[in-house]
């Protein structure tokens, strides 16, 4: 009878024990581990929740960031977007880091932030080392104030928040944050769940530079024999406005034939600085004698232009070259764009190698340089002295916002 019920009591306790292994499985509490794992996320919440503001009553929103890993990072950015209708902010202060100068709003930001119902929070750690954030701890980025305008819940809606790890390596990578236990509002507020590093995946500069083959007459139907041509460029860079002797710029080029890039071959030259703040260099190339070329140009720390005719004008904006080719004919070819503009700041990307856009994270390694005080170190100089003085810069920071605000930031296709 004893042994009855012990059997009994075992064979309930053993069930109850599986259901709740089965139960734990499906409630994720044996996950942990793949948490630390790779990829660091960020979570983003508002504290406190917000709830109900009376009319003219005032609130303070703390912004706290909490990463899954440690995380040592030199910057981070986001956007809020608020209803300037039901909300007024009277004041924002950063909590880490402080405000990156022209590109970040803060509290004597605010009537432009009120007009708008938005907010550009930039910041970058002072520190040369950046500053680590702890795994699975709360830090406080932003404390936003203001008041209610008419009664209700303040929505704050964050968008596009994003932070600057730099590795042991001195590369950044960028981490993409995720909104969590966020406000009240119902559609923007849990859309973007956890963030990652995006990885972009192949590079155009990890293409090999050599120089060019020969056989651009054998691919095509064409029966014409190539002949070798000699183009020689000239081109003027954003920023450059003093002549240093012994400049020179690694450049490189893809020709299109008929819209199709010619055997992917990349073609690279040196080109150098002279006295008339244009860079000069040639390259040789054998071609099918044509009428429909196009030339992607690229110099060094520079977005990549479209050029289709053999004086390149419209220096200050992206162009479409629309029907626009290049003939080409003879065996020497003078391919002058002193009346285009090649802008500066492609230096860096995830891989740490330039990735045909002017982004934060190009903005960010210039200022990194900057508070690190290694300006003048020639492998700075090489990678991010986008005016070519000798030195990086705020000179060269501002550069990168002046592209921003013609509203270019990517390689032209
Ligand atoms: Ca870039
Ligand atoms: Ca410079």
């Known amino acids: 009878m004893i042994r009855k019920k012990i059997i009994i009591t075992t064979g309930i306790l053993l069930i109850i024990g599986i259901l709740t292994i089965v139960y734990g499985v499906t409630k994720g509490w044996f996950n942990k581990k793949s948490k630390a794992s790779g990829t660091p996320t960020v979570l983003l919440r508002v504290d406190p929740i917000p709830v109900q503001i009376a009319e003219n009553n005032t609130f303070s929103y703390t912004l706290k960031a909490n990463p899954n890993q440690n995380l040592n990072i030199i910057g981070y950015l986001l956007t809020i977007n608020f209803d300037n209708a039901k909300v007024q902010i009277t004041s924002i202060e950063y909590k880490t880091g402080v405000i990156s100068q022209d590109l970040g709003q803060d509290t004597s930001n605010k009537d432009t932030v009120n007009q708008l119902g ?16 702890l795994q699975n701890t709360d830090v406080n980025l932003v404390t ?3 008041k209610a305008l008419i009664t209700g819940i303040p929505q704050l809606l964050i968008d596009n928040f994003k932070l600057y790890q730099i590795n042991s390596d001195s590369t950044l990578t960028e981490v993409s944050g995720g909104v969590g236990e966020f406000s009240t509002s119902s559609s923007s507020s849990q859309s973007s769940s956890s963030g990652s590093v995006a990885s972009s995946s192949s590079s155009s500069e990890q293409s090999s530079l050599s120089s060019s083959s020969s056989n651009a007459s054998t691919s095509s139907s ?3 024999e190539s002949v070798k ?10 920023g450059v406005l003093n002549w240093i002797a012994n400049q020179s710029a690694l450049t490189k080029l893809k020709i299109l034939k ?5 055997d992917n071959d990349s073609i690279s030259f040196i080109a150098s600085l002279s006295s008339d703040y244009l860079w000069h260099g040639q390259f040789e190339q054998r071609l099918v004698p044509s009428n429909d070329y196009v030339f992607l140009v690229k110099p060094d720390k520079h977005l990549q232009r479209k050029v289709c005719s053999l004086s390149g004008r419209d220096s200050s904006t992206l162009y479409d070259c629309g029907e626009n080719t290049i003939t080409l004919s003879s065996n020497t070819t003078d391919l002058d764009l002193s009346g285009l503009t090649f802008f500066a700041g492609d230096i860096t990307g995830e891989q740490g190698i330039a990735d045909g856009k002017v982004d934060s994270l190009d903005y960010v390694m210039i200022q990194l340089i900057i508070q690190n005080n290694t300006g003048k170190d020639p492998t700075k100089v090489a990678k991010a002295d986008l005016n070519y003085d000798g030195i990086v810069d705020t000179q060269d920071a501002s550069l990168i916002i002046e592209v921003w605000e013609k509203g270019i930031n990517q390689d032209e296709k």
Do not use: D, F, P
């Open 118 to 133: 938005k907010i550009n929070i930039q910041a970058e750690i002072s520190t040369a080392q950046g500053e680590l954030l």
């Open 144 to 146: 936003i104030s203001g």
């Open 222 to 224: 064409s029966s014409q």
């Open 229 to 238: 041509v000699v183009i020689k460029i000239k081109y003027r860079m954003q």
């Open 258 to 262: 008929n819209g199709v890039e010619i």
